[in-house]
Each structure stands twice: as structure tokens, then as C-alpha cells.
């Protein structure tokens, strides 16, 4: 196992038996030889990919510092006690001698000259290049000898200049061990730091990249390395700009955010210098997604409402056979296929909500909100501020941090607008522009705010009438009636009242907890009456019934009690139309008299001739007088 920290000591400066020594007392330390003159090429593998901290001395620990800047790389220093055992070592008194050394000084130098009785000079060495230069300047100064490191030796030596070797001594040792123990416990706390700061980065959702003044990479999260497409690449060192021209270099400024397309994906740019002292240190560049921010907005929209927007009615809700309610669903669920804006029209209480819902629920849009708007229920102010929203501060009483309005909060799904008839002239204009430029603008702010919604208005009203009186917008309702859809009133699906009250009939809680049926008067004064409120009225009325109900059966009197329908026939506005159904109930009397007739009395043969089953035959002959 590779360890973290290397002590490197030239061949010969300490015995095999001292480095096993060292080994044994400091098991995290590799204690290696290397030769002077190439000190690297033993452990360049060792030093790219696993020492954290190298100790080396003189030129050997220059060489390191300058091919690997991120080691930490501790000088093994040359004190005076190595000169000491060195000037003991020989017979060196009344010699003057000349101690090369790297870049430092030794302290201590000119105590020692007295009491040995020689002359000492240190010569700084500031390059490998110049230490033969330094050596024959020594010796021309009037050294005696020279006296330095394992290079110093091996060059003095070729030169047959007389040398001393100054060893690694004990004090030497415990200096550079105590220096690596505070570097180790710096880089272990620097550790923790840089991997609490890189889980942090790494744990945003947007990508961060950090540059220094030279445009080099220096920090990068996991969410930036996956938008630039380099997960699996080390990029720490590498120039940003190299990588994604669209980084261009810092110039101390922030600047606003910006897109750009970054393989192929579109991502929100921003630029933050680092700036110390009017000086830009580096840039920091943040990154969103654009899928992403999609999402966020998604959520956030619908989080910022308590009332969840969303359909509860399909088109398996809207109940009916006849001919005219199922060309309405068909033509509904043509026009959800489509992306177009839908008028629908129809009196009050006919189900045009139930068709809107219906038409999202079988859109494309349908993973996206619906959101319902009265345009009758809100004032003019009071609309516009739902309808586009507003900011802070934009009127008396606004929320502090403003409002989101309904076509924000509806973007890429359904806008429905009841009761369009109601909008006042102004809130039309505003619509309309809403509908063509597809922007908001909200009540106080000047910024448009882009939206992706489909349209669908909806009223009991005569919309054509009122472009004429100059009531409603001749270029609105043009915009809005591009798919009309007309829903059917009640009195037109005579069919399917029947079945509708029996099913509100179940739907609603009661006493009576059988299934309901409908005695023949009772279907008959459904089918009778002209029915001014529509599906509404006729579950308002099976609620009624319901909460009386005592049997099973459901006949005139109670439908009379329930819905107040007159013995007589109706006065006022439904007078002629009962009279027409009176008259029409004759003529078919009169046509199955004639059928029978000339049938000689054959009731299967009349009730084909009069195209009708035979069971609804012998029903109207039961009516006969």
C-alpha cells in the first residue's frame, strides 16, 4: 500500500538500517534513496497519483515544487549542528570553509568559527545550473574545502575539489517530522472542509463551475459536469473556455443571466466575479437546465395555489343517447386533438364546464393545470389583477411579494373562461392581446411574462348579438370562435331525461336505499315539461326527491310536489310549446288508429309500418281514448 508522505535522502546521506528504523517508528512515512542529479525518476508514478506530502532537501525538493505545484513539499533543512559533526568529523581548525546550501542560510554559522578556529563562508545556491560556477567562486575566494549536500559532493568531486558531506541529523529529522505533522493535520481538517463544500455543490441542482483569474477550472459540481458532458473527465486545472466557448473569460462585472445552447440543450447562464480590492480573482458560472427550470416552475405553480386545478369530468361522465348530446362529445373529442381556442355555447346549467374539463382530460395538455375562471363573479379591477397578476406595491392592498395571475399559473395547460359575455370591454382588449402575443404583463411591472395556454370561453349568451350592439369585441370573439362547440339544452335530449334523473336519483344519498324506477305519468311529465334550467334543475329536483323518497317508485304526484308541475296545461312562455306537444301526441294517436286499420288489426305489421317497436305500440295504444 502506497503511503501519503515520501522522505526522499540522497543515496549514502543515511544508512538502510536508520531509514528501517524511521519506517518502523512512523508507519505513514516511505523513507526512499534517490539519486541526486535524477531525483525524479524513481517516483514520478508514486508523486502524480498518491503522496499527499514530500520531504526533500536542497535541489531535490526544488526539482518537486516546480514539476508538482499542488504537493505539499517540506525543505529538509542543513543546520548548524550538521556543520559540527562534519567539522569533527576531520581535521578542519585554521581552515576556511565554504558551505554551499540551497536558497536558505544556516543559522548559526559565525558562532561556530571561533571556537574551531576556522573561517566560514555560506555560499546561497539559487540554481542546480550554477553550483559548478559557486564551487570554483568558493575556491577562488580562498576556500580550503567545500562543505554541502550529496550534489554538492558528487559535482565537487568531478571538479577534485576537496569536500565534506554535511549528513541528515537527528535535529534535522525531528524539524521536518513535527513540520509534516502539522501539514498532515492541516490537509486532514482542509479534507473535511473541501468535501463538506463539494457535497454542498454537489447536492444543487444547478451546475456550478468556479474559474480563477487564468479561466482554469478550480471547482466543479456534479449538476455541471453532467451539463457539459464530462461526468467520467478530471477538469480541475483545465481552461473553461477550452472546453465550452460559450464561458468566455470574467470581466469583473455580473452580468445578467443569458442563454446558451450547450450540447444541443438550451441552459440559463450566469456569470459572478470573485472580486478582492477592485481585482477580479476568478468567476464563478452557475447553470439551470432548461428542462429543469421547466419542472421547478411546474411545481412552484402548483404548490402556490391551496385549490388543486385539475378536472374531475371526462367525457364518460356526460350522459346521454341522443342524437344531438352524442354529436357534441364526437365534436369535443375532435376538438381536443387539436390546439386551437373553443366557444362554447349553450343556456345556463347545460354542462359546458363538464365539456371543458373534458376536452383538457383528452388533450395533450392534460399533465398540466385547468383552471376555471367566472368572469361574471370579479369586478373589473379584481379581474385583471387574477387574470395577468400584479407586483409588489402595485395598488392599495397587493400582497408584499406580489401574485402570480391564472394565465401564468395555467401555462402549458387550460385557460377556461365562463361567462365570457360578462368580461367588460377593457379586460377584452387585454385578453386579446394575451391570446395573440401568448405574454402576460403583470399589473404594475412593464416585463412580459411568456405563456403557453389553450383558450376555452364559454356563455348562454347570443355573443353575435352583442359584436352588433358593440358589447363584445369583434376581433375577441373572432380569436375565441375558431372550434364552436353548441351544447344541447335538455328539452332537445327528451330521451335521456329518464335515464339522467335515475342516475342523480342513485347519486345522491336518501332514506331509501333500493333502486329507484319511474312509473309511465312520471316519465311523461318529464318529457313534457321545457326544463328553463337544464341538467342543473333536473339534479336539483333528484336531490328533492331523494330526501323524500319513502318506496322505490317515483310518480307524477311526487315529481308534481317536487318541480310544481300544474295539472293545466303551462301559462305564459311554456303555454304554446305544450300545446304543440298536445297537438303532436294527437297526430300520433291518429296515425296509429289509421296503422291498425290497415293492418286489419295485425299490431306487429302496424308497428312496422309506423317504423316503431312493438312494445312502444301497445304503450300509445294504452293512451288511446
Known amino acids: 500500500m502506497t503511503k501519503p508522505i515520501l522522505f526522499i535522502v540522497p543515496y549514502g546521506a543515511m544508512t538502510r538500517e536508520r531509514m528501517t528504523a524511521y519506517s518502523r517508528q512512523y508507519p505513514n512515512i516511505a523513507f526512499d534513496s534517490v539519486d541526486p542529479l535524477r531525483p525524479l525518476d524513481k517516483f514520478r508514478r508514486t508523486l502524480r497519483k498518491s503522496t499527499e506530502i514530500v520531504a526533500a532537501r536542497g535541489s531535490t525538493a526544488q526539482e518537486i515544487k516546480r514539476a508538482y505545484p499542488n504537493l505539499h513539499v517540506v525543505d529538509i533543512p542543513i543546520t548548524a549542528y550538521d556543520v559540527i559533526r562534519a567539522i569533527n568529523a576531520a581535521d578542519h581548525y585554521g581552515k576556511t570553509v565554504a558551505v554551499i546550501t540551497s536558497y536558505t542560510d544556516i543559522i548559526g554559522l559565525d558562532v561556530l568559527a571561533m571556537p574551531y578556529n576556522i573561517r566560514i563562508r555560506n555560499h546561497l545556491l539559487t540554481s542546480v545550473e550554477k553550483l559548478h560556477e559557486t564551487i570554483s567562486k568558493a575556491m577562488d575566494m580562498g576556500a580550503d574545502m567545500i562543505m554541502g549536500g550529496a550534489l554538492t559532493r558528487k559535482v565537487a568531486m568531478d571538479m577534485n575539489v576537496p569536500v565534506v558531506y554535511l549528513p541528515f541529523g537527528p535535529e534535522s529529522m525531528q524539524q521536518v517530522l513535527k513540520e509534516v505533522q502539522h501539514i498532515q493535520t492541516a490537509i486532514e481538517t482542509e479534507a473535511v472542509e473541501k468535501n463538506f463544500v463539494n457535497r454542498l455543490l454537489d447536492n444543487i441542482i444547478e451546475g456550478v463551475v468556479a474559474v480563477d483569474a487564468r479561466n482554469a477550472i478550480r471547482s466543479v459540481n456534479a449538476a455541471a459536469r453532467h451539463i457539459l458532458g464530462l461526468s467520467g473527465r478530471a477538469l480541475l486545472g483545465e481552461s473553461l473556455e477550452a472546453l465550452a466557448p460559450t464561458f468566455s473569460p470574467q470581466t469583473g462585472k455580473n452580468q445578467a443571466e443569458e442563454l446558451a445552447s450547450i450540447r444541443g440543450n438550451m441552459v440559463m447562464l450566469n456569470r459572478i466575479p470573485v472580486m478582492y480590492r477592485n481585482r477580479c480573482l476568478g468567476t464563478i458560472f452557475t447553470l439551470h437546465e432548461g428542462r429543469k427550470i421547466e419542472t421547478m416552475e411546474k411545481i412552484i405553480r402548483r404548490k402556490m395555489y391551496t385549490k388543486p386545478h385539475t378536472v374531475r369530468y371526462t367525457f364518460a361522465d356526460v350522459m346521454g343517447k341522443s342524437p344531438a348530446i352524442r354529436r357534441a362529445i364526437e365534436n369535443g373529442k375532435s376538438y381536443a386533438r387539436t390546439e386551437s381556442s373553443i366557444l362554447i355555447t349553450g343556456e345556463s346549467g347545460c354542462g359546458k364546464e363538464i365539456f371543458a374539463q373534458s376536452i383538457h382530460h383528452e388533450s395533450a395538455r392534460r399533465e398540466h393545470p385547468f383552471v376555471a375562471v367566472n368572469c361574471a363573479a370579479l369586478s373589473k379591477d379584481l379581474l385583471q389583477s387574477e387574470l395577468f397578476g400584479y407586483v409588489e406595491g402595485a395598488f392599495t392592498g397587493a400582497l408584499r411579494q406580489g401574485k402570480m395571475g391564472l394565465f401564468e399559473f395555467a401555462h402549458r395547460g387550460t385557460i377556461f373562461l365562463d361567462e365570457i359575455a360578462e368580461m367588460d370591454y377593457a379586460n377584452q382588449g387585454n385578453l386579446l392581446r394575451v391570446i395573440q402575443e401568448r405574454y402576460v404583463i403583470r399589473l404594475g411591472s412593464h416585463n412580459p411574462v411568456f405563456v403557453n395556454v389553450r383558450v376555452i370561453a364559454a356563455t348562454n349568451k347570443n355573443l353575435t348579438q352583442l359584436v352588433r350592439e358593440g358589447k363584445f369585441r369583434n376581433d375577441l370573439y373572432y380569436r375565441l370562435n375558431v372550434l364552436a362547440l353548441e351544447i344541447p339544452p335538455l328539452r332537445e335530449r327528451k330521451q335521456d331525461i329518464a335515464s339522467l334523473l335515475l342516475h342523480f336519483l342513485h347519486e345522491h344519498p336518501s332514506a331509501y336505499r333500493g333502486r329507484f324506477v319511474l312509473r309511465e305519468d312520471a316519465e311523461e311529465a318529464l ?93 300509445r295504444i294504452r293512451r288511446l281514448p
Open 527 to 619: 318529457s313534457r315539461y321545457s326544463w328553463p334550467g337544464n341538467v342543473r334543475e333536473l339534479s336539483n329536483i333528484a336531490e328533492r326527491l331523494a330526501a323524500t323518497a319513502k318506496g322505490c317508485e317515483i310518480t307524477r304526484q311526487q315529481l308534481s310536489a317536487s318541480m310544481h308541475l300544474p295539472d293545466a296545461p303551462a301559462p305564459g312562455i311554456y303555454r304554446e310549446r305544450l300545446d304543440a306537444i298536445n297537438h303532436k301526441k294527437d297526430l300520433q294517436l291518429q296515425e296509429i288508429k289509421q296503422a291498425i286499420a290497415a293492418c286489419d288489426g295485425n299490431l306487429g305489421q302496424a308497428a312496422r309500418e309506423l317504423n316503431i317497436n312493438r312494445t312502444t305500440l301497445w304503450r
